[in-house]
Every structure is written in C-alpha cells, then in structure tokens.
C-alpha cells in the first residue's frame, strides 16, 4: 500500500522540494500551505508528472483547521504516517525593536504549528505502528542576533523533537529534526531584501563562510528527509542533524 505523507509549507521552498522528493521515493504525499493556490499548483505539477498529491490551504497554527485537515487527508489519500513540520515564517528584529506580534507569530507557526500538526497525525501513525516525524530546526537554535523570536523556536523544536521520539518509540514511530544553515529559498531572499543587499551578494558572501563553499538547496534538505522517513532508518530517533555544509558549534 502507498504511504501517505504530510509535508507543511509546501507551496515553495524546502516544502515543495520536500514534497517532490518524497512522491519520488513513493509517498502519496499531502501539501499544505497558508498559500492555498501556490500549493494546489504544486500538487497538479506533481500530479500531471505522474506522482499521487493533493494541495490543501490551511494555517497549522490553527487547531480546528489542522484537526480537519488531516482527518480529511486520512480520507483522501489513507491514514498519514509521515509528516514533515516545515512551515515556517521569520519576523526578525532586534529585541528592543520586537513587537508582541513578531514574538507571537514566529512562535505559533513553528511551535504551535509543529505541535498541532504532530497531535493529529501521530493517531494515524500509532494506529498503524509505524511513522516518521521530521521537525526543520535551524542553525539559528544555536543563536543569531536579530533572531530571538526564532532561534527560540527552533531551540524549542529540538526538545519537542526528543520528547516525541521518547513518547512514540514504543510505536514504531520516529521523531528526528534537520538544522539546516543558509539554503536558497524566498525566506533568505527576503533577508538580503531587509539588509539592502542583493541576494546573489549575500549567497557569496556566505559560501565563503560555510566549509563546503557553496550555499544550500532545498533538494541537500529534501535529501535528508528522503533518509529520516526511509524503512531503514528506524534505529535513528530523537536526533537533530545540521545540515549547513560544515560542523556547527
Ligand atoms: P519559505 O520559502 O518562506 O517557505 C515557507 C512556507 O511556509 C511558505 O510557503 C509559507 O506560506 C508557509 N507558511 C508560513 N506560515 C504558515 C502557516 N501558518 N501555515 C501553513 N503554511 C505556512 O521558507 P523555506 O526557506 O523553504 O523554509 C522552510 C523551513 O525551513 C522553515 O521552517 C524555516 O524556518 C526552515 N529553515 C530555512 C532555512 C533557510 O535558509 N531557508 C534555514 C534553516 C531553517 P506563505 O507563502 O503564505 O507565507
């Protein structure tokens, strides 16, 4: 039988390249994504190149709407026993400079989000004795000025990432997290729009940082997935892997 997967913030970026590679590996996979039209266009590429997705518009910080959401995923595709927490937004400034709402909004995507999203799904995956959690952590966990709302959040991604991967061992259930550094997407566009460069200076400017030379594709980190929700990797739970071309501190 075709597994099902859920992949969260997938109508670009890290989520879209996630998505195609795990339709690739075999998955049904489910995409959802605030971005309801950008998502459902995603989902008719995969589709018309032979793959099994459908796109869904939903807020995963919202409870009633991610509740539906996968139950209405169960009933489409089958029950979901793979699901990738990769939505994500930045609302970055310095603590004096950060609002109420930046702190609120950054923290209820990523926390809030992850934390909905993987209530409702691990009753599939439990039901089924098997399943694979992937959480998207940062570099940022480990600090970054100009971060507090984030690098919080992915620090609090690690510890909810170990906590499931004790809870839902006995399952057969997996729970891992993937820090990825500095990879090319619309997120770290917007950045070198905020900080008044090009976006091409600030690749350069940060592959020369990084041991491998080169900035990240969202493909190095849908590669990563591939391996976290394979058959083969269930001895591996509770682990965060940084995926930013060099050792990180
Ligand atoms: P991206 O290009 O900005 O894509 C993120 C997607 O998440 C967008 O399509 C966005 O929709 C969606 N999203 C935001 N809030 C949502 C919500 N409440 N419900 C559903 N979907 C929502 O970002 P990315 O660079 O691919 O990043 C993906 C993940 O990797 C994020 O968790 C990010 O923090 C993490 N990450 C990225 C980097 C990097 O260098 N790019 C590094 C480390 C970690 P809208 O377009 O409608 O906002």
Not at 4 to 18: E, Q, S, W
Not at 41 to 50: P, Q, V, W
Request: proline share 2%; glycine share 12%; with cysteine.
């Amino acid at each position: 039988m075709t597994k099902v997967a859920i992949v969260t913030g997938a109508a670009r970026g890290i989520g879209a390249a996630v998505a195609r590679r795990l339709v690739a590996d075999g998955f049904a996979v489910a995409l959802l994504d605030l971005d309801e039209a950008g998502v459902k266009e995603c989902a008719a590429a995969i589709t018309a190149d032979g793959g099994k997705a459908i796109g869904l518009g939903v807020d995963v910080s919202d409870t009633e709407q991610v509740e539906a959401t996968v139950a209405r995923i169960a009933d489409e595709l089958g029950p979901p026993v793979v699901l990738i927490n990769n939505a994500g937004i930045t609302r970055d400034n310095l603590l004096f400079k950060m609002t109420d709402g930046d702190w609120d909004s950054v923290i209820g995507v990523h926390l809030r989000g992850s934390f909905v999203m993987s209530r409702a799904a691990q009753k599939y995956m439990t039901q089924q004795k098997w399943g694979r959690i992937v959480n998207l952590s940062s570099t940022s966990a480990l600090g970054n000025r100009g971060q507090a709302n984030y690098s919080t959040a992915k620090a609090g991604l690690q510890g909810f990432t170990k906590t499931l991967a004790i809870e839902l061992g006995k399952f057969g259930v997996t729970v891992n997290a993937i820090a990825p550094g500095f990879i090319a997407t619309d997120m770290t566009a917007a950045t070198a729009e905020r900080l008044g460069v090009s976006f091409e200076d600030l690749k350069a400017g940060a592959a020369q940082a990084i041991p491998v030379g080169r900035v990240g594709e969202p493909e190095d980190i849908a590669h990563l997935v591939s391996y976290f929700v394979s058959e083969g990797a269930g001895f591996v739970s509770g682990q965060v892997v940084y995926a930013a071309g060099g050792p990180q501190d």
